[in-house]
């Protein structure tokens, strides 16, 4: 990647301030995207995912705060910008968000119309004709007509509202969309329609995306890369065909046996004993290990670095010290693999 | 076991909700009912899980919430051992609803915060006059692997992970002993990791204990770990039934095939298509009596404004769709009608042919 990174995390670690002491959301956090990729961050609940989506607009909670390492945006470090900061650079017109699809992310007693054009006021110069011009042509490329951009929120559907939102997301033009669960509140045929759009602004090439879910199969079918964390560690990160086809660190391939695949409704889904632990401090050691079946002494005593998993020539990285013998031992515990013959979708 | 009677039998359960304000009714204007639940016939014999899936709004919550007694039905008939509810006296009901217990969706809330784990299984049995608390209730814990009990029993439940939760609420259900257990999406809360453990959980106690089971899910991809048999819901009306494996490789109704194809494979080598379908259900109101799916139906044809009868499409699948039946010929025997569908005599036939399937 020549080109210079939209985003890159640098060692970051992000802290909340608690009764209890500083508690670790996201520990030695790296990561990096480039111009036009769509990266997907999956983790359970509580792995530090959303922690990061808000840190990356700024809108951290207010006990929540950036303890070490580094955020840059083109090349720009963004950890220490200030709220007005945020505002006048960077919201809307570089980074922009979708929240989850919760029904609730409109103001309901302003128009949809009257959203955008605050927008544009607060952060362009465009004139209210042509924010409202522009915002018509994004209705389109959402799929709804554009004469409702004057509709009020209540008069649409889920699945509509949360193309309205992408619209909005899209509005300025950002370099960088952050979406954070965009369509878990929604049935699985609109999740299929917003993922269509996503999709074309994909291929437009425009947008880079950050695409936060705890729903390993939508980062397969809609990401380039892919990192998975657990409570506060990115385990692994790389493209999707090899973190599918190769991965290496044992919460990434026992989650990704834990998924249920509707291709093969007989194959036994994997079981990760355990929770996540909540992480007090400085965090020395990797915090899957007491989840971990392949865990040894070495992993309560530090923190595993992500590093180049050997063999591959893309950037797969792995935080494991056990990663070669835990993928073995996993490989041979696993019962015959006759998936294929029990294959019942036959499409195609 | 096909012999036996159903345990719990709907025979076109129906269940409309009507706002109607007192001026309307001085007025006598007539208010448009919201068909949450439209004749709906299913049976459930002992030992048997039967899936409804649906997507929000199709009335499986409200068909659930008529199941449990919360909800009286508008019309039909709900048997339970060949008795109609709707002639229960109060000793009955409260029969009923210690054979009958339910599983929440939500474990982070379906449980009081200030009951420990003791509190919450203790309740159900002073409720029903049982005795032998103490044994009853290591029992059950053990049961739902929450071992060893001693351990568990004075928590509350924020000091339950969301998995842990999920076991006390299968425990508090399965505590009186219960003929049937209805599952509203028991494991949509829970994290991925833990899903898969619920539900083998789930399964192994349906098979030690023969219970039976109504299993509620907007989620296709886990319903085959835990059912026979499913029931794809739309608007109120159950448009397909089908062994679950069945409906997963081959659905035959045009709304389960938008649905399965909408489902996202785990799986970057897999090319899927995204949905062609457009738009979102409308509410179930002044639909008129055709096929309800027809205004986003692909397949659409002009005599879907007429109600679809239900066919056996091949033995196994039983769909509710124009598509599947020659309207010229009135060949009687082609179709079911819903009297044998009520009978059993059609739904047995799919589950045998299912079950040789599994194994």
């Not at chain 2, 005599?303 to 009868?309: E, H």
Request: net charge negative; aromatic share 8%.
């Amino acid at each position: 990647m020549s080109e210079q990174p939209i985003l890159e995390l640098d060692d970051v670690t992000i802290q909340y301030r608690t009764a209890g002491g500083m508690l670790t959301a996201v520990s030695d956090a790296s990561f990096t995207i480039g111009k036009g990729e769509y990266f997907g961050l999956v983790g359970e609940s509580g792995c530090g995912k959303s922690t990061i989506a808000k840190t990356l607009i700024g809108a951290l909670d207010d006990n929540g705060q950036i303890s070490s390492g580094e955020i840059r945006y083109k090349g720009e470090p963004i950890q220490d910008y200030t709220e007005k900061q945020f505002n006048q650079e960077l919201r809307w017109k570089e980074i922009s968000m979708i929240p989850q699809g919760s029904m609730n992310n409109l103001d309901p007693i302003e128009k949809i119309s009257n959203q955008a054009i605050e927008i544009a006021q607060v952060h362009t110069d465009m004139t209210r004709a042509e924010a409202l011009e522009r915002f018509e042509e994004l209705f389109e490329v959402v799929g709804i007509q554009k004469s409702r951009i004057h509709d009020y929120p209540h008069q649409f559907s889920g699945g509509m509202e949360q193309r309205a939102i992408i619209a909005l997301a899209l509005f300025l033009n950002p370099s960088l969309i952050i979406a954070d669960e965009p369509t878990t509140a929604l049935d699985v045929i609109m999740q299929d329609q917003v993922f269509k759009y996503l999709d074309e602004i994909r291929e437009e090439g425009g947008a880079s995306m950050v695409l936060i879910t705890h729903d390993i199969s939508l980062v397969f079918e809609s990401c380039d890369d892919i990192a998975i964390m657990h409570s506060g560690q990115i385990a692994e990160t790389g493209d999707i065909e090899t973190i599918y086809d190769d991965s290496r660190h044992p919460y990434a391939f026992m989650l990704k046996g834990a998924f249920p695949d509707h291709r093969y409704p007989d194959r036994e889904l994997e079981i990760i004993d355990g929770y996540p632990p909540e992480n007090m401090g400085e965090v020395n050691y990797c915090t899957f290990v007491d989840r971990c079946p392949y865990a040894v002494d070495e992993c309560r005593e530090m923190a595993p670095e992500l590093e180049q998993w050997e063999g591959t020539e893309s950037d797969h990285l792995v935080a494991c010290f056990r990663s070669e013998d835990a993928y073995e031992e996993h490989q041979r515990s696993m019962p015959e693999s006759d998936s294929e013959s029990t294959e019942v979708h036959g499409d195609d | 076991m096909t012999e036996n009677e159903p345990v719990l039998k709907l025979e076109n359960l129906q269940k409309y909700f009507t706002d109607e304000s007192l001026k309307d009714r001085i007025l006598g204007r007539d208010v448009s009912p919201v068909r949450a639940v439209d004749e709906v016939t299913i049976d459930l014999y002992e030992n048997e899980s039967i899936g409804v899936i649906g997507e929000s709004g199709c009335g499986k919550t409200t068909l659930l919430r008529t199941l449990m007694g919360l909800y009286k039905p508008t019309g039909g008939e709900m048997y339970y051992n060949g008795e109609p509810t709707s002639e229960f006296s109060k000793a009955e009901w409260q029969k009923y609803r210690r054979n009958v217990q339910i599983i929440f969706q939500d474990p982070f809330n379906s449980l009081d915060p200030k009951f420990t784990v003791r509190d919450t299984l203790k309740e159900p049995l002073q409720v029903h006059g049982l005795d032998n608390h103490e044994e009853r209730m290591h029992r059950v814990l053990e049961e739902v692997q929450l071992n060893p009990p001693e351990q568990y029993i004075d928590r509350y439940p924020k000091q339950l992970s969301g998995g842990e939760k999920q076991r006390v609420s299968i425990a508090r259900a399965l505590i009186l002993e219960p003929e049937v257990i209805l599952a509203d999406e028991p494991v949509s809360m829970l994290d991925v990791s833990t899903q898969a453990s619920i539900l083998t959980l789930l399964s192994n106690l349906m098979e030690e204990k023969g219970l039976s089971m109504f299993y509620i899910s907007h989620d296709l991809s886990t319903v085959s770990y835990i059912c026979d048999e499913i029931n794809v819901m739309y608007l109120g009306r159950v448009v397909e039934r089908s062994p679950t494996k069945k409906v997963l490789r081959e659905p035959k109704h045009p709304y389960s095939q938008a649905l399965i194809d909408a489902i996202p494979v785990p799986d970057p080598h897999y090319n899927r298509e995204r949905t062609k379908i457009e738009g979102a259900a409308l509410d179930p109101v002044d639909l008129g009596e055709g096929c309800r799916f027809r205004d986003r139906c692909p397949e659409r044809m002009d005599i879907c404004d007429i109600k679809p009868r239900f066919v056996d499409v091949d033995g196994e699948s039983i769909a509710s769709c124009h598509l599947y039946y020659d309207h010229e010929s009135a060949d009687p025997a082609a179709d079911i009608d819903e009297r044998r569908l009520a009978s059993g005599s059609t739904t047995s036939g799919v589950e045998a042919t299912g079950k040789a399937g599994d194994n």
